[in-house]
């Protein structure tokens, strides 16, 4: 089991506009069931972290009032070990992390409640699990299978990534390439012999068929003084301004439905400002002399577009996920909507239409797109930024 996991829970969820904005990223839409993918990731994180261990959530300023919405519904018992950090701008997951493995080095590891707990000594081996929030990922006890496995290498002192075995030539996607087996701890486990960026085509055709490459699913284990020690050595601009902020104080805290939230860290701001925007993989993981990989048993899906997000939404037996939002069709077929207000469809075929009517605050927004066609929203995302209508993302 781990000591302490982190979530990260930010980003400006531009795949799935309208929907999925700034204000309301994908980690908070619905998922077929009931719940969000944040809630799920919430799930997963306290299924491999021990009784004492702590939840740490790296989320948006701006998303704070959703993950205290999601985290005020969970059992006092779990809801008194989450630390939510808002992050004052995004920075792209190494400075999420840099931020997190700091708060993490400088409180113990019995801090089950903030504010007013105590403060425990530094237990001398800790091991951290980061987490996405906006994949789809099943079933739980798969995952804290290949979950445990991580943890066994993260404590031998290795940066250890999740795997996951492509089905299909992705161009979408990261890629590990697994070399020599791992056959002491599992079978399933490998030394990495590289990182690969997003490929065209052809190579991700190449990478398929010599069946050593994996799908990165940006999900890690590490030793928090390991992780610290490669921060140090591979990016130390990106840890120094956390390092040098203040030891943790309960004053520093606030309380929002018994959820603690690390909002007052003088000097927080200022760190943020000052690091560059970069990635983990680039500023540690292709850099670090000692990554292993776990190859997932679980099922992993991105949804990383509205076509994707459509199949998933279908599998509940229904074409839109709001009740108070019917669809009337006459004459048309093979369509998806998601709005929150009624739509009506006539003659129509093989269309995904998402409205956003305002209600939520957000400015009013509406895609209609053909199916098999939604990877062009990134284009269309594009096309606001140009026209300076960001308030719209």
């Known amino acids: 089991m781990f000591t302490d ?71 006092e018992s779990q809801r008194r070990r989450v630390v939510v950090i808002p992050e004052p701008v995004g920075k ?22 903030a504010p007013g707990a105590s403060q425990g000594p530094v237990q001398a081996k800790r091991t951290a699990l980061v987490l996405t929030s906006d994949h789809i990922i099943g079933p739980l006890k798969d995952f804290v299978a290949d979950a445990l496995a991580t943890a066994q290498l993260a404590g031998s002192g290795s940066l250890v990534v999740f795997g996951i075995p492509p089905t299909r030539p992705e161009t979408g996607f990261g890629y590990i390439e697994a070399g020599t087996s791992i056959t002491a701890l599992d079978a399933r486990a490998y030394h990495v012999t590289s990182f690969r960026e997003k490929p065209d085509l052809a190579t991700a055709r190449t990478f398929l068929a010599r069946g050593s490459f994996y799908w990165n699913s940006g999900m890690f284990a590490f030793d928090v003084d390991f992780m610290r020690s490669q921060f140090r050595q591979h990016a130390p601009e990106t840890l120094a301004p956390y390092e040098a902020l203040p030891p943790i104080t309960d004053e520093q805290y606030e309380t929002r439905d018994g959820v603690a939230i690390l909002s007052r860290w003088p000097g927080l701001p200022e760190a943020y400002q000052t690091v560059k925007s970069i990635s983990i993989d680039y500023a540690i993981a292709e850099k670090c002399s000692s990554v292993a990989m776990v190859a997932a048993r679980f099922n992993w899906t991105d949804v990383g577009s509205w076509d994707e997000y459509a199949k998933v939404l279908e599998q509940d037996g229904a074409v839109h996920n709001s009740d108070t939002a019917p669809v009337f069709t006459a004459g048309s077929s093979n369509c998806f909507v998601n709005s929150d207000i009624p739509v009506a469809l006539c003659g129509v075929e093989d269309l995904i239409v998402v409205i956003r009517s305002g209600n939520d605050g957000g400015p009013p927004s509406v895609l209609i797109c053909k199916k098999g066609e939604s990877q062009q929203v990134k284009t269309i995302v594009e096309e606001i930024r140009k026209a300076d209508r960001g308030d719209l993302l």
């Not at 400075?95 to 409640?113: E, F, H, M, N, W």
Request: hydrophobic fraction near 45%; charged fraction near 10%; include cysteine.
């Open 5 to 75: 996991c982190i979530i990260m829970a930010g980003g400006s969820g531009t795949r799935l506009w309208p929907a999925s904005n700034s204000r309301c990223p994908k980690q908070f839409l619905a998922l077929p069931g009931g719940g969000t993918f944040f809630q799920a990731a919430l799930e997963r994180a306290f299924a491999v972290i021990v009784p004492e261990g702590k939840l740490i959530i790296v989320t948006g300023a701006s998303h704070v009032p959703h993950v205290v919405k999601a985290c005020a519904a969970l059992p």
């Open 92 to 113: 792209n997951t190494a400075p999420a992390i840099a931020c997190a493995v700091s708060y993490l080095a400088k409180t113990g590891t019995d801090r089950t409640q």
